[in-house]
């Protein structure tokens, strides 16, 4: 990844210069810029990303969701990876919400790709994308009733006598 | 194209009955139909032949491989990875591998990259071969299938030679192989690379400029480089519509930025394009290959990282450090560095990514997997909107979607 036409540093000085302390924090695990931003912002930076000259981050990667249950208030992420194709720079976006309302503003109307991984999202943890042209399960049968992906839901099934977990590698 | 449309017919846009004139009928084109290549439902509506709309389902194979992924050790997640692209499960088996080696950062040998290269490529022109032999059976020509499925089945003997397995490989370990290329595994190689070429030409003599392929494949299933963008195209697919996006060029990996290659590129996005884009592709990754053969390095065949690679197995036997490894590997009580690491690699259809997090626990926090059909087949209904049915055929199946990986 180190032959980007930018630097970590510069798209982060240009950035924090834009958006301040809506930049929570910010760090460069194996070298790839991840920030994290306020969910009701998340919107509005990528959009930024998106049409800014210079950093021109405007190729939707990835968008997944992470569940941390321990994590009071924060139980959700939204993870975005985003790249820039023209000068080969890639970033991280996070976003964290509560479990009490786990809800985001989609960013279909920025990447239109982005409207399938939000469904599966959705289909997976549960996060509502607000403004989601049609947000339903995807990968799910549409009657299911809970979001799989949560931690709280087992592999298996916890009533089953005849295997011990722990000698499987699980 | 679409000049036949009005102006309030958009493609994707789902059509009432009394928007225009004459009788609309509703087709569900699978969820299995030969023609479909997999298990994918499309409801038409069409007025007569052309396509007005389509909705799509998909999910039908859908076998929660991130939900397990978060209860497998590292190395029990490989055979998972095969099931996504399992016309080119090398390439994703190798993915992961690099993902866990960029977690450990493990310094993995040269030679190590370059058998990597060899079978990633070789992986990428079955894969090929299945996606372009399958657009001429599905314009009615399936004689150059008959012709290349031969050398796909030469391809799965050198992955058998190597891995043991044919078609979901599980092939390599993390840190690298777990044996060397084989005395037969070469001459098999050199077999292939001398008679492929041969077959390869043959097949392309009776599709590339074959007038009645050439009308019926331009312009089925356009997309603009734009629009691809827009929707996170990747792959041939992508490069089909104009743009050089390619992981091996911009982000190397696995030392690809030893080889000399060229990255195909199309213009108009459609069926034709995608076919060609392929096409040379295959060229270019036979030549891959050569170079990587005539530039293998000499040293080991794995990267010295005792904790995730099985040692062999007269050590276990013999060796009180390989019998505690193997222990420690084959029970899934490895440590594992906290981290976050996203890692791609250009797959049969795309980039292939794995963002992966680790809580220094026995299987990933979360995996996710990048799946490159998954994300541009949402693309498929503004591509044959306007077109006929068959062109829909055509255009699926020169997508190249992957039921594997679009359901995962």
């Known amino acids: 990844m180190s032959n980007s036409t930018i630097t970590n540093e510069f798209a982060l000085a240009r950035l924090s210069a834009k958006f301040g302390d809506k930049i929570i924090s910010s760090e460069t695990p194996f070298d790839l810029l991840t920030i994290e931003v306020p969910s009701a912002d998340a919107h509005e930076i990528i959009q930024w990303l998106k049409e800014d000259e210079v950093l021109k981050v405007s190729y939707l990667t990835n968008l997944g969701g992470v569940h941390y249950p321990t994590d009071k208030d924060r139980e959700f992420a939204v993870v975005y990876h985003i790249h820039s194709l023209v000068n080969n720079f890639r970033i991280r976006v996070k976003a964290f919400i509560p479990l009490g309302n786990p809800a985001i503003a989609t960013i279909t109307d920025i990447f239109v790709g982005a409207n399938w991984m939000e469904r599966e999202t959705f289909d997976f943890y549960g996060i509502i994308f607000t403004g989601h042209p049609n947000l339903k399960r995807i990968l799910n049968e549409e009657d299911m009733d809970y979001h799989p992906m949560r931690k709280e839901y087992q592999l298996e099934d916890d009533t089953r006598q005849d295997k011990d977990n722990r000698f499987f590698g699980r | ?408």
């Open chain 2, 1 to 408: 194209m679409n000049e036949w449309l009005d102006d309030d017919i958009k493609p994707g846009n789902n059509l009432s009955k009394e928007t225009i004139d004459g009788d609309i009928a509703t087709l569900n084109l699978g969820p299995t139909h030969p023609a479909t290549h997999g298990i994918f439902q499309n409801i038409l509506k069409v007025d007569g032949e052309r396509i007005l709309s389509s909705e799509q389902t998909v999910g039908y194979i859908h076998r929660a491989f991130e939900k397990i992924a978060e209860h497998r050790p590292y190395n029990q997640i490989t055979p998972l990875t095969d099931r996504l692209n399992y016309c080119s499960s090398p390439i994703n088996n190798m993915g992961w591998h690099m993902t866990v080696e960029k977690l450990i950062q493990a310094e993995i040998p040269k030679k190590v990259d370059y058998m990597r290269v060899i079978i990633m490529e070789l992986a990428r022109i079955a894969d090929h071969l299945i996606c372009n032999s399958v657009i001429g059976v599905d314009t009615g020509a399936l004689t150059g299938f008959t012709y290349v499925f031969q050398q796909r089945e030469k391809i799965y003997e050198l992955f058998e030679e190597v891995c043991g397995a044919r078609l979901t490989t599980n092939v390599g370990r993390i840190g690298g192989f777990e044996r060397d290329f084989s005395p037969t595994f070469h001459k098999k190689l050199k077999d292939f690379l001398k008679e492929f070429p041969k077959v390869f030409n043959e097949f392309d003599n009776l599709l590339s400029r074959n007038r009645i392929f050439m009308d019926r494949t331009i312009n089925a299933g356009p997309i603009s480089a734009e629009r691809a963008l827009e929707y996170s195209f990747s792959g041939p697919n992508l490069r089909a519509a104009g743009v050089d996006y390619d992981v091996r060029v911009m982000n190397p990996y696995s030392s690809y930025q030893d080889f000399d290659f060229i990255v195909p590129v199309g213009t108009q996005g459609d069926t034709y394009d995608r076919f060609q884009v392929r096409q040379e592709e295959i060229r270019q990754s036979l030549s891959i290959i050569k170079q990587a053969l005539d530039a293998m390095p000499e040293g080991k065949y794995f990267a010295d990282v005792p904790e995730f690679y099985l040692p062999p197995k007269e050590d276990v036997y013999n060796k009180m450090e390989a019998l505690i490894y193997h222990f420690k590997i084959v029970m899934g009580e490895t440590p594992v560095p906290v981290g976050e690491v996203y890692h791609s690699v250009e797959g049969g259809n795309g980039e292939v990514g794995f963002y992966l997090i680790s809580d220094g626990g026995r299987a990933p926090f979360r995996l996710q997997f990048r799946r490159p059909c998954f994300i541009y087949y949402q693309a498929y209904p503004e591509m044959i909107t306007g077109q006929s049915i068959s062109d829909a055929v055509l255009t699926l199946s020169s997508m190249n979607v992957i039921a594997g990986e679009l359901d995962a």
